[in-house]
């Protein structure tokens, strides 16, 4: 934490803990305020961290080292696939600890010993704060973090108003450990594993295959992939004639491995196939389900077959598109059902061949090691795309695109200023390297850097609004190391 959060944080645990001897002196079994927040607010950025689908190592480690907590990858897809943090309700339940700042909050002595005379603006303050330092802290966020903290911050107010207005509610007990125990005597049920990923497309109106494949055209780079695909649309048009003149047709697989690094499109290619797919007459709907280990893997015994049945329903006529795939694959010392992920998938590629295609993608790497590890992903999979990094250029073209669908524009000087730092930014990537989710993520912090400039400047023309010029950019290059 930066030192406003951490002071901010540290002042609202005082506060609980003055909350914790008042009520100690009641009910010395009563649960701890201050564990409580603790525990509100790992789960509040663990709210932040799926919103993407995705857990990156310097989000565990934010809640890690702020929170006490001791997650690792594997711990942390399992905490937030079981907690109530994945629940359809969980923006509709307030934090457990709200309810004890705001009884408390009156409390002349409390008030006087944080000296913080708003006891409700404070707690919603602090989950602001931690919720923006832990956003502007991770290298990979974007705009669905974002909107999922405008979310959460508009939740607690309206329910601090609701509860102040009714007058308070007995508090809930709390989950007193990270991990939560399933009792035995309960069976699995689908309403105990939530549906966790996205649906996209789908619409009942087929577009024509023609404007698809001017849609994939107009992709920026990945000039490989684009001619793998339309190699297989040739060879598909070719086994649809061959049939209706009465000739056998080879078979042709139709499920893929893409590989590729984060932001290389291979998600908004996996969505133009199941739609390519659909406008062959190959599948019924052409929607994609997207989802990774946390919406096919549950905790406990039973659960994660219920919970793959449900993906595969949901992408019948259409794509299941699985990221990340070869964390299906990985072991821990204390069991896991990964592999009864991966053998109810492969069944299920079996018993619906005629109107599913089933797309696994991750790093070159793990992916090669995820499809060799089994021989029934081996046998189905005989088909791999990969996604090459963009180069400067490329990032270039997507800034620009990005540019204009959020109504922005770069000076002559700023265009050349960001070619330059692409250059360098490009020479200098890692295995994080993130491609165009890096360069959404740098108009982000453009368009910030340039609100700050316009208000110093006092600059509010209609050029001046949409114009991006190199002091705007160069935040961008400092926060990354490059300038």
């Known amino acids: 934490m930066d030192s406003e959060t951490q002071h901010l944080y540290t002042t609202a645990i005082a506060i609980a803990e003055k909350i914790d001897k008042h009520i100690m002196k009641e009910n010395l079994d009563t649960e701890s305020v201050k564990e409580l927040l603790r525990m509100d607010l790992r789960d509040f950025l663990i709210f932040l961290t799926i919103a993407d689908h995705v857990i990156e190592k310097d989000e565990i480690r934010y809640i890690n080292k702020s929170f006490g907590y001791s997650f690792d990858e594997m711990t942390m897809h399992k905490f937030a696939t079981e907690s109530k943090v994945v629940r359809d309700d969980f923006l509709n339940q307030p934090p457990s600890s709200m309810r004890y700042f705001l009884d408390f909050g009156k409390n002349d002595h409390i008030v006087h010993e944080s000296k913080y005379y708003d006891i409700k603006k404070l707690y919603i303050l602090l989950f602001q704060t931690v919720g923006e330092d832990f956003l502007s802290s991770c290298k990979h966020m974007g705009v669905e973090e974002v909107n999922q903290l405008t979310r959460y911050r508009f939740m607690l107010e309206s329910k601090a108003k609701a509860y102040v207005k009714s007058g308070g ?175 109810t998938l492969v069944k299920a590629m079996e018993d619906n061949r005629d109107d599913l295609i089933v797309i696994v993608a991750g790093y070159p790497d793990l992916m090669d090691k995820f499809i060799k590890s089994n021989p029934g992903l081996k046998s189905r999979f005989q088909k791999t795309l990969h996604f090459p990094d963009y180069n400067a250029d490329d990032l270039y073209k997507v800034f620009l695109k990005f540019c204009k669908e959020n109504d922005y524009q770069l000076s002559p000087e700023g265009s050349a200023y960001l070619k330059q730092q692409l250059d360098i930014y490009v020479q200098k990537s890692d295995k994080y390297f993130g491609n165009a989710r890096d360069v959404r993520n740098f108009l982000d912090t453009a368009i910030s850097a340039q609100a700050n400039r316009l208000l110093r400047e006092n600059a509010t023309s209609p050029e001046a609004l949409v114009t991006l010029t190199p002091e705007d950019l160069t935040c961008i290059f400092e926060k990354e190391g490059e300038v």
């Open 169 to 343: 509610q007995a508090p809930n007990r709390p989950d007193s450990i990270p991990f939560k125990r399933q009792p035995k005597e309960e069976t699995a049920t689908e309403s105990e594993t939530p549906f966790i990923g996205t649906i996209s497309g789908g619409d009942k109106t087929k577009e024509d295959l023609d404007s698809l494949l001017k849609e994939l055209d107009d992709l920026i780079g990945l000039d490989s992939v684009k001619a793998d695909v339309k190699n297989l649309i040739n060879l598909l048009k070719i086994i649809e004639i061959r049939r209706s003149n009465g000739l056998k047709a080879p078979s042709v697989t139709r499920h893929f491995v893409f590989t590729g690094n984060p932001g290389t499109g291979k998600t908004t290619v996996a969505r133009l196939l199941a739609q390519i797919y659909c406008a062959l007459g190959i599948l019924s709907k052409g929607h994609m389900v997207e989802v990774d280990r946390s919406g096919m893997v549950a905790a406990y015994m039973g659960q994660t077959a219920i919970k793959v049945k449900e993906v595969i329903d949901k992408a019948m006529g259409g794509v299941l598109f699985i990221d990340e795939a070869y964390s299906l694959a990985n072991e821990t010392p204390g069991g896991d059902f990964g592999q009864e992920a991966i053998d």
